[in-house]
């Protein structure tokens, strides 16, 4: 069990803080736990794949219908500003679990595994005595029952899980044995998640349930019913908008049963997207898609829906980041702290409370240009799990070597590669540059003023540049510091 109370103090650097990271207890002046609430609130976190900011219809689609995404976006905290923590869905997965930026684990890109040194959301709330399943997509690593990276390792209890995308007829792993299931993906990962918050409620146990979709993610299988909907578009986008129709009608039938369970009231359920908006998607506003670090490929559809926590219902325009999601839930259920290392994400719940109106510390995002690993979809689990002869990238004991050797001594300690950005406030600084670090590009943008990042100010604002450069550099600093093993 952990031990110490959670505690967090922002790191400063000149201008504005940073990140938060944990106070150490000291020796004989320890505070005592914090109380934990009366009924601590069942937690259920709910991702999509490849959902961007305008693939919902309370932010405007023009044909998209979701009217349970709708319904719950309305009756509890919407975000305007809500990011990804990265661009493509593996590093965003990564972010939620543990509260901090992915490249500081190793998962640059899709498809890489998270560490086993990283101390997860689910490590920490089994620990408090929560009941914690995952079911759906994982993209983490192995899903084999051996893997030091599957769901397993990583705090959940029950798990379901696939490696990767999936749309109809998965085949998932059943906490590493081969599960066969005929029909159409969201709805079946419901039915596994209901199946156990059913078992789960009945016990009276606390709930951490982890849903993620892998839905509306290519090849864009939609059942004909879905599709029929949006029969007047092109082919592609009929089946894009059915596949989040499908994820729509789940989402209606969890909120459904958390009500015939009585749990609804004291249900906190976040939901969010992994990434930006694809090709045949809408980005809303913003500029670029999923991949980019521009606003297209960072913003995403994001709402907290939690009757006995936020009975006021309203949108906020507070920037947030799936790495707050952490940070937030054992701040709300009064978890004691794990002896975290440096998170980049900062607690919400002054927020929830109406008693934050502007973010405290910046954003950092980095895609360091370091290419993903391709995982098998989940059609192909039977081929793989026995064996693994046929799936060379994933082989346990390749995966043990990769994510459990640390240091990694390779990555240069002041040659920060890719596309790197820095939000502030309003304003928003990109450093570019090509794989030797050399020749790096900077651009400023007012988000507030130019969304679509459009007009670059960097010339006519050196200053802001200036400052903001020195922060951003600071924060990739310490990135590599924590790849290393730092912390």
Same mark, same amino acid.
């Given at each position: 069990?952990?031990?110490?109370?959670?505690?967090?103090?922002?790191?400063?650097?000149?201008?504005?803080?940073?990140?938060?990271?944990?106070?150490?207890?000291?020796?004989?002046?320890?505070?005592?736990?914090?109380?934990?609430?009366?009924?601590?609130?069942?937690?259920?976190?709910?991702?999509?794949?490849?959902?961007?900011?305008?693939?919902?219809?309370?932010?405007?689609?023009?044909?998209?219908?979701?009217?349970?995404?709708?319904?719950?976006?309305?009756?509890?905290?919407?975000?305007?500003?809500?990011?990804?923590?990265?661009?493509?869905?593996?590093?965003?997965?990564?972010?939620?679990?543990?509260?901090?930026?992915?490249?500081?684990?190793?998962?640059?890109?899709?498809?890489?595994?998270?560490?086993?040194?990283?101390?997860?959301?689910?490590?920490?709330?089994?620990?408090?005595?929560?009941?914690?399943?995952?079911?759906?997509?994982?993209?983490?690593?192995?899903?084999?029952?051996?893997?030091?990276?599957?769901?397993?390792?990583?705090?959940?209890?029950?798990?379901?899980?696939?490696?990767?995308?999936?749309?109809?007829?998965?085949?998932?792993?059943?906490?590493?044995?081969?599960?066969?299931?005929?029909?159409?993906?969201?709805?079946?990962?419901?039915?596994?998640?209901?199946?156990?918050?059913?078992?789960?409620?009945?016990?009276?146990?606390?709930?951490?349930?982890?849903?993620?979709?892998?839905?509306?993610?290519?090849?864009?299988?939609?059942?004909?019913?879905?599709?029929?909907?949006?029969?007047?578009?092109?082919?592609?986008?009929?089946?894009?908008?059915?596949?989040?129709?499908?994820?729509?009608?789940?989402?209606?039938?969890?909120?459904?049963?958390?009500?015939?369970?009585?749990?609804?009231?004291?249900?906190?359920?976040?939901?969010?997207?992994?990434?930006?908006?694809?090709?045949?998607?809408?980005?809303?506003?913003?500029?670029?898609?999923?991949?980019?670090?521009?606003?297209?490929?960072?913003?995403?559809?994001?709402?907290?829906?939690?009757?006995?926590?936020?009975?006021?219902?309203?949108?906020? =325009?507070?920037?947030?980041?799936?790495? &707050?999601?952490? +940070? #937030?839930? %054992?701040?709300?259920?009064? $978890?004691?702290? /794990? @002896? *975290?290392?440096?998170?980049?994400?900062?607690?919400?719940? =002054?927020?929830?409370?109406?008693?934050? &109106?502007?973010? +405290? #510390?910046? %954003?950092?995002?980095?895609? $360091?240009?370091? /290419? @993903? *690993?391709?995982?098998?979809?989940?059609?192909?689990?039977?081929?793989?799990?026995?064996?693994?002869?046929?799936?060379?990238?994933?082989?346990?004991?390749?995966?043990?070597?990769?994510?459990?050797?640390?240091?990694?001594?390779?990555?240069?300690?002041?040659?920060?590669?890719?596309?790197?950005?820095?939000?502030?406030?309003?304003?928003?600084?990109?450093?570019?540059?090509?794989?030797?670090?050399?020749?790096?590009?900077?651009?400023?943008?007012?988000?507030?003023?130019?969304?679509?990042?459009?007009?670059?100010?960097?010339?006519?604002?050196?200053?802001?540049?200036?400052?903001?450069?020195?922060?951003?550099?600071?924060?990739?600093?310490?990135?590599?510091?924590?790849?290393?093993?730092?912390?």
């Amino acid at each position: 069990m952990f031990a110490r109370p959670l505690r967090y103090v922002a790191l400063c650097l000149p201008g504005l803080f940073l990140t938060a990271t944990p106070l150490p207890a000291v020796e004989g002046d320890a505070e005592p736990p914090e109380e934990k609430p009366a009924t601590r609130p069942h937690v259920i976190l709910v991702m999509t794949d490849d959902q961007g900011w305008g693939d919902i219809g309370y932010n405007g689609h023009p044909h998209l219908k979701t009217p349970n995404l709708d319904a719950a976006a309305a009756a509890g905290l919407r975000f305007d500003r809500f990011y990804a923590a990265a661009p493509s869905c593996s590093p965003t997965r990564a972010s939620v679990l543990t509260g901090r930026h992915p490249n500081r684990m190793g998962v640059f890109s899709w498809g890489r595994p998270i560490r086993p040194q990283e101390i997860t959301l689910a490590e920490v709330l089994r620990d408090e005595g929560y009941a914690t399943g995952h079911f759906g997509k994982w993209h983490l690593g192995s899903i084999r029952a051996d893997s030091p990276v599957n769901p397993g390792a990583n705090g959940f209890d029950r798990w379901v899980s696939a490696a990767n995308f999936y749309d109809f007829h998965p085949e998932l792993s059943n906490e590493g044995k081969v599960l066969k299931l005929r029909g159409e993906g969201s709805a079946l990962t419901m039915d596994l998640a209901l199946d156990w918050i059913r078992e789960k409620a009945a016990a009276e146990a606390p709930i951490f349930a982890v849903i993620w979709f892998a839905a509306p993610h290519y090849p864009h299988h939609a059942t004909p019913e879905d599709a029929a909907l949006y029969r007047h578009l092109p082919k592609k986008e009929r089946h894009f908008l059915g596949e989040i129709t499908a994820v729509d009608r789940a989402f209606g039938r969890l909120r459904a049963e958390l009500e015939t369970l009585g749990i609804r009231d004291n249900t906190l359920l976040w939901f969010n997207s992994d990434n930006g908006g694809l090709p045949v998607g809408e980005s809303g506003d913003n500029r670029g898609g999923k991949h980019a670090l521009f606003e297209g490929g960072l913003r995403v559809p994001a709402f907290i829906e939690w009757p006995a926590g936020i009975p006021s219902p309203r949108a906020t =325009p507070v920037r947030a980041c799936t790495t &707050d999601i952490f +940070p #937030t839930i %054992l701040d709300l259920v009064g $978890a004691v702290d /794990p @002896g *975290h290392p440096l998170l980049d994400g900062i607690s919400l719940a =002054p927020l929830l409370r109406g008693e934050m &109106d502007v973010r +405290p #510390t910046a %954003l950092g995002f980095w895609n $360091a240009g370091i /290419p @993903g *690993h391709f995982t098998n979809p989940a059609g192909v689990v039977t081929k793989v799990l026995p064996t693994f002869e046929n799936w060379s990238d994933n082989k346990v004991e390749r995966v043990t070597r990769r994510v459990e050797k640390l240091p990694q001594r390779k990555f240069p300690d002041d040659v920060y590669s890719g596309h790197a950005a820095w939000i502030s406030g309003d304003w928003k600084l990109h450093r570019l540059s090509p794989t030797d670090g050399e020749r790096v590009r900077w651009k400023l943008f007012n988000l507030t003023n130019d969304p679509q990042e459009k007009t670059d100010l960097a010339k006519q604002y050196p200053e802001i540049v200036s400052d903001l450069r020195s922060d951003l550099e600071t924060w990739l600093a310490s990135v590599v510091a924590s790849l290393k093993g730092a912390d």
